[in-house]
């Protein structure tokens, strides 16, 4: 059975900085794209970047400039960097990894929090 386990979030100052980890037991590259995305109560699920096995990436307007993805295949874990971050960044931060013709895999997410 395959896990995504994510760690990282927590409290945040405005403009601060944190990491988020996802954590996949087994090969990362059975997922064909890798992504992080966020839910705030009473809103969906939002995309906020994703990896692809080839290396692309994609990022909510949102985030741009700001939050970067990536991975360690030799760790089997992907990133997501997130910079100058802003209280509308507040959110349950989701790993998911996409498989070709199967179904998705989530992480059981991780809070973060940015407030002064």
């Known amino acids: 059975q395959v896990q995504l386990v994510e760690s990282g979030g927590g409290l945040v100052q405005p403009g601060g900085s944190l990491r988020l980890s996802c954590a996949v037991s087994?090969?990362?590259?059975?997922?064909?794209?890798m992504g992080w995305y966020r839910q705030t109560p009473g809103k969906q699920r939002e995309l906020v970047a994703t990896?692809?096995?080839?290396?692309?990436?994609n990022y909510a307007d949102s985030v741009k400039g700001r939050f970067a993805i990536s991975r360690d295949s030799a760790k089997n874990t992907v990133y997501l960097q997130m910079n100058s971050l802003k209280p509308e960044d507040t959110a349950v931060y989701y790993c998911?990894?996409?498989?070709?013709?199967?179904?998705?895999?989530w992480g059981q997410g991780t809070q973060v929090t940015v407030s002064s």
């Open positions: 998911r990894g996409d498989q070709l013709a199967a179904s998705a895999y």
């Open positions: 087994g090969n990362i590259f059975r997922f064909y794209r």
């Open positions: 990896l692809t096995s080839g290396g692309t990436t």
